[in-house]
């Protein structure tokens, strides 16, 4: 028997081992990773582990004894290198590992700096444990920082940067903060808030190099020549679907590994869920021209995860659940409900340090947008779970009463 293999032991291979037992199944269950820390939660990464809030038990998603209590076998620090589809196994350094189910949880990696001086010292990438640890450490000393990209974690990154005094400037290329996740009304409030805390931004600038001295980084200089002198560079442009492997071995991969409303590849006895994944959702009406996002966040990777193990314990169903995310920035946290895109109608809602943007695609609710007002976050996601429908001139009008139609 060989039973279920999950490749990938992070936030979604992880859930897809819990829940297969959580679910009854009673087979033989492998979790492979090729990192050496117990799974762990990324997200404090960029905000309490680098702040230096939490320590690295804090992340941990469960304790050592709930693997072996749980008859899940851990395989940390072994690398995957192929999956031969035809004889049921992967292929390690250390050996072959057979399954008769494979659950493709290989996640994302940074996409990396396509400019010279990207691999000079003191340039930085997050994704991993080890990534945030070389990060904490070189901010102790840092007096100036540069972020390349103001997304995500690039902006957490420099709330806790500038809250520890260090001088910060964001770059990016789009005219604002998240321009592809967020709308205009919410990037604005955020682009103030980092202002206010004394970061800088450059908005409209493309990245020419990261300059050095000694094999260190000294700063960057821009396309159109301004030179930024910083010892600390943290470029956040982005990720890249660990597909390759999928890709290797026949499997449909464009942009994430494809996978059916079941989480299921072409090969019945291969799944793939998380971050790496690409799967057909309502919620991409309007946002794709086929239907299929991939998602990268928490509730993605743990619902995947769910829905997976329901399936192999015997329990089909396809996969529907509401996306939602967050990000802490400084004192300031931002919901997300949906799955909103540019273009998208905004309705504002709330007063000027507490509100919630309404993005409506053709007519229809896509996603609301909340920041410091998570009551509005909980009545978005039970409006999107209930497909209540919402007008905009019912979201724009304060006495409208939305928490009532979410019940
Ligand atoms: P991962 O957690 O990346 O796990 C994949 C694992 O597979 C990794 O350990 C990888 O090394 C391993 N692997 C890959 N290839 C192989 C191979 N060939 N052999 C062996 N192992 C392999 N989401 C939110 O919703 N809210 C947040 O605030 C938020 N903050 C974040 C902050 C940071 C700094 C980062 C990096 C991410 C954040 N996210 C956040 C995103 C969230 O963490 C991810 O969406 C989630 O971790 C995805 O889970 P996953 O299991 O699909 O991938």
């Given at each position: 028997?060989?039973?279920?293999?999950?490749?990938?032991?992070?936030?979604?291979?992880?859930?897809?081992?819990a829940?297969?037992?959580?679910?009854?199944?009673?087979?033989?269950?492998?979790?492979?990773?090729?990192?050496?820390?117990?799974?762990?939660q990324?997200?404090?990464?960029?905000?309490?582990?680098?702040?230096?809030?939490?320590?690295?038990?804090g992340l941990?998603?469960?304790?050592?004894?709930y693997?072996?209590?749980?008859?899940?076998?851990?395989?940390?620090?072994?690398?995957a290198?192929?999956?031969?589809?035809?004889?049921?196994?992967?292929?390690?350094?250390?050996?072959?590992v057979?399954?008769d189910?494979?659950?493709i949880?290989?996640?994302?990696?940074?996409?990396?700096?396509?400019?010279?001086?990207?691999?000079l010292?003191?340039?930085?990438?997050?994704?991993?444990?080890?990534?945030?640890?070389?990060?904490?450490?070189?901010?102790?000393?840092?007096?100036?920082?540069?972020?390349?990209?103001?997304?995500?974690?690039?902006?957490?990154?420099?709330?806790?940067?500038?809250?520890?005094?260090?001088d910060v400037?964001?770059?990016?290329?789009?005219?604002?903060?998240?321009?592809?996740?967020?709308?205009p009304?919410?990037?604005?409030?955020?682009?103030g808030?980092?202002?206010?805390?004394?970061?800088?931004?450059?908005f409209?600038?493309?990245?020419?190099?990261?300059?050095?001295r000694?094999?260190?980084?000294?700063?960057?200089?821009?396309?159109?020549?301004?030179?930024?002198?910083?010892?600390?560079?943290?470029?956040?442009?982005g990720?890249?679907?660990?597909?390759?492997?999928?890709?290797?071995?026949?499997?449909?991969?464009?942009?994430?590994?494809r996978?059916?409303?079941?989480?299921?590849?072409?090969d019945p006895?291969?799944?793939?869920?998380?971050?790496?994944?690409?799967?057909?959702?309502?919620?991409?009406?309007?946002?794709?021209?086929?239907?299929t996002?991939?998602?990268?966040?928490?509730?993605?990777?743990?619902?995947?995860?769910?829905?997976?193990?329901?399936?192999?314990?015997?329990?089909?169903?396809?996969?529907?659940?509401?996306?939602?995310?967050?990000?802490?920035?400084?004192?300031?946290?931002?919901?997300?409900?949906?799955l909103?895109?540019p273009?998208?109608?905004?309705?504002?809602?709330?007063?000027?340090?507490?509100?919630?943007?309404?993005?409506?695609?053709?007519?229809?609710?896509?996603a609301?947008e909340?920041?410091?007002?998570?009551?509005d976050?909980?009545?978005?996601?039970?409006?999107?779970?209930?497909?209540?429908?919402?007008?905009?001139?019912?979201?724009?009008?304060?006495?409208?009463?939305?928490?009532?139609?979410?019940?």
């Amino acid at each position: 028997e060989a039973g279920v293999v999950v490749l990938g032991a992070g936030q979604a291979g992880f859930q897809a081992a819990a829940s297969l037992r959580e679910a009854g199944f009673a087979g033989p269950l492998t979790l492979v990773g090729d990192e050496t820390a117990l799974p762990y939660q990324r997200p404090p990464l960029s905000k309490a582990y680098l702040a230096g809030k939490t320590d690295a038990e804090g992340l941990a998603l469960r304790p050592a004894a709930y693997l072996d209590e749980h008859r899940i076998g851990f395989r940390p620090g072994l690398v995957a290198e192929a999956i031969d589809r035809a004889g049921r196994r992967l292929l390690t350094g250390d050996g072959p590992v057979h399954y008769d189910h494979l659950v493709i949880a290989t996640g994302a990696r940074n996409r990396p700096l396509p400019v010279p001086g990207a691999d000079l010292a003191g340039v930085y990438q997050l994704r991993g444990l080890a990534d945030a640890d070389a990060l904490k450490a070189a901010l102790a000393t840092c007096r100036a920082a540069i972020v390349v990209g103001a997304g995500f974690i690039g902006l957490e990154f420099a709330a806790v940067a500038a809250a520890r005094g260090v001088d910060v400037t964001v770059i990016e290329l789009a005219d604002r903060p998240m321009a592809r996740a967020v709308s205009p009304e919410t990037a604005a409030f955020f682009r103030g808030a980092h202002e206010a805390a004394g970061v800088r931004f450059r908005f409209g600038a493309g990245l020419a190099a990261v300059e050095g001295r000694d094999g260190r980084t000294s700063g960057v200089t821009l396309a159109d020549g301004t030179a930024l002198p910083a010892e600390l560079v943290l470029v956040g442009i982005g990720v890249l679907p660990n597909q390759e492997i999928a890709d290797r071995a026949g499997l449909a991969v464009a942009d994430g590994v494809r996978v059916d409303a079941f989480l299921a590849t072409e090969d019945p006895a291969v799944s793939a869920i998380g971050d790496c994944a690409r799967f057909p959702t309502r919620f991409a009406h309007g946002l794709s021209p086929d239907g299929t996002v991939r998602i990268e966040s928490v509730q993605n990777a743990i619902d995947q995860g769910r829905c997976l193990a329901g399936r192999l314990a015997g329990r089909p169903a396809p996969y529907a659940a509401v996306p939602w995310f967050w990000s802490d920035q400084g004192p300031h946290k931002l919901q997300i409900a949906g799955l909103g895109a540019p273009g998208d109608i905004g309705v504002r809602r709330g007063t000027e340090a507490a509100f919630s943007v309404f993005r409506f695609r053709d007519g229809q609710l896509a996603a609301v947008e909340s920041v410091n007002r998570a009551g509005d976050h909980m009545v978005a996601r039970r409006l999107f779970a209930a497909g209540t429908p919402l007008t905009p001139d019912q979201a724009a009008d304060p006495s409208f009463d939305l928490k009532a139609l979410a019940i």
